[in-house]
């Protein structure tokens, strides 16, 4: 298996417009992570899903985020409208069932909003 | 306020000498803890794993240990490589659905 993908690697946006991120999770687990890494905060968990539904979103921000997961190979994580404060690395993992299972992480998606 | 701490946001060792990194928390309800591992450009990548019901667990060169009266764990490597360098996060859960709540890491330098 390719291991967890997530497009784009690299994200350069204006304040204000929609962000897209892509997750492709391993095949066969049934859990999937959104975090987000920033020098401040850390590594931060946004939202997870088990079985494509959402779990967890207490960790989501604000409004202007929100997480879809339409089937169990794919997920998107949006940011509409976003802002400089968003800047980070995002994350998506996947394990094979529950949170404490070993969590295989994607390569990141850094985010930078001007 | 921060559940899972590392007080030291590097360290820097020799190769062949003992790396430690240390890691604390606040909530007694966690009872699952992890370590991974982090290269520049990559995901981190999980490292080993301890449960509460141990005080120890040892995966080659790297073992947990875990003081639960004093609420700390830490991640000994013997002998540390120049490989090894990469930042370390510490990790805790509460049961198995409980969210994984990550410390700020520590970024370990083994020097040659």
């Known amino acids: 298996d390719a291991g967890v993908i997530q497009s784009p690697r690299h994200e350069v946006t204006e304040m204000g417009q929609e962000v897209t991120l892509r997750c492709k999770p391993i095949?066969?687990?049934?859990?999937l992570f959104w975090y987000r890494q920033t020098m401040m905060r850390g590594l931060e968990l946004l939202i997870y899903f088990n079985n494509n539904v959402p779990i967890d979103d207490s960790g989501m921000p604000e409004d202007r985020f929100s997480a879809k997961m339409p089937n169990a190979s794919f997920s998107t994580l949006k940011i509409q409208p976003s802002e400089p404060r968003d800047s980070a690395v995002y994350f998506c993992a996947s394990s094979f069932r529950a949170v404490t299972d070993t969590q295989y992480f994607g390569p990141g998606t850094r985010l930078t909003v001007l | 306020d921060q559940q899972v701490k590392q007080n030291s946001p590097s360290l820097s060792v020799q190769e062949g000498r003992i790396s430690i990194l240390n890691c604390d928390y606040t909530n007694s309800m966690f009872d699952y803890f992890l370590w991974y591992k982090k290269y520049p450009a990559e995901g981190p990548t999980f490292l080993i794993s301890i449960s509460s019901i141990k005080d120890k667990n040892e995966d080659g060169r790297f073992t947990v240990f875990l003081n639960k009266s004093a609420k700390h764990l830490s991640l000994h490597i013997v002998p540390s490589q120049p490989g090894d360098s990469a930042v370390y996060f510490c990790a805790a859960a509460t049961g198995s659905q409980g969210n994984l709540i990550f410390g700020k890491g520590t970024k370990l330098s083994v020097k040659p």
């Open positions: 095949s066969g687990h049934n859990s």
